[in-house]
Each structure stands twice: as C-alpha cells, then as structure tokens.
C-alpha cells in the first residue's frame, strides 16, 4: 500500500473511531466525470453497511439533505466529494470543515460546502469531516476515469472495515 493510501486509511480509522452512528454523503454532479466519485462510493456502499449508516446521495445539492442527516442523530458525518486540491489525481485528504479555506477548492455545488458544514455543525451533535478526492477530468461527460475508479474502489473497502 502506498503511503498516501496507508495515510488515508490510518485518517479515517482514527476519526471514526467510536462512531455509533455515521451519515456518508456522496456529493457529485453524475455528467461531470470524476466529480461523480462522491456518489459513485456512496453507491458502491449501498447494501453492504449496517443500518447504523446512513447512505446519502446528495448529487450537487447536499443542503437538501439537512433535515434527513439531522432525524438520523449521527455522531459522524462523513462528506465525499471531488475537489480540485492541487494534487495528484486521486490523491485524497480528510478535510475537517474549519480547514476548508485552506484548500482552492473548486465546486460544482451551489451553496459552497464551508457554509453547509458551519450550519451542520451548529445543528447536529456530530463530527464532521470532508473525504476530498482530486479528480483527474471534470469534463462533461459521464464515467469516471479508470485512475480515479481504483481509488473510489479502494476508499469502499476502507469505510467496509472501518465502519460500525
């Protein structure tokens, strides 16, 4: 395992650690190629969590969602989402929301994620982090890109074991 994935991983592992109850939200635009990678986990996940998770398919507007996350009282909040970090593609971070201003992140979304996040955070009893995932195309088009899809593969398996 490379040591950004091992990285990830250990991320991941820590911030879930002691979650009883997790909303994952895929957050992506379906006819913008890798910008889907947030949706594309969420998919690959249904049916295979426990019912202490709580899928989420946001597409670009989780702010519709709010109400939903809110009636299932997580502890966790978990947001995948494709942003232009400025890495390699596919490379991802754990992102939690007060750090969002540190990154140039790009956004298909129409209310910006940092201001959804603050409104969560008011609102839910919960942790909340951002699994950002640097997309190789953000064209039109549909698919994602074969580099991007292991990686989106890798992060499913990851959240499998890690999740309650």
């Known amino acids: 395992m490379s040591s950004e994935k091992y990285a990830i991983q250990s ?21 913008r190629m890798d910008d889907f990678v947030g949706m594309k986990i969420v998919q690959d996940l249904r049916g295979k969590v426990s019912d202490r998770v709580y ?8 702010e519709s969602f709010i109400q939903q996350i ?6 966790h909040i978990l947001l995948i ?3 232009l970090l400025g890495l ?9 929301p007060e750090k969002l201003t540190a990154y140039p992140a790009f956004s298909t979304h129409i209310l910006p994620l940092r201001i959804f996040c603050e409104y969560l955070a008011q609102t839910a009893n919960a942790k909340i982090a951002l699994l950002l995932i640097q997309p190789k195309q ?3 088009g549909e698919g994602i890109t074969s ?9 499913v398996n990851v959240l499998l074991k890690l999740l309650p």
């Open 11 to 31: 991320e991941l592992k820590k911030w879930l650690s002691g979650a009883k109850k997790v909303v994952i939200a895929g957050i992506g635009n379906p006819i």
């Open 55 to 62: 899928l989420i398919e946001c597409e670009t507007v989780p």
């Open 70 to 75: 809110l009636d299932f009282n997580p502890t």
């Open 81 to 83: 989402d494709a942003a």
């Open 88 to 96: 390699e593609p596919g490379e991802s971070r754990l992102v939690k």
């Open 138 to 140: 953000t064209d039109f």
């Open 147 to 155: 580099g991007i899809e292991s990686v989106a593969e890798f992060l």
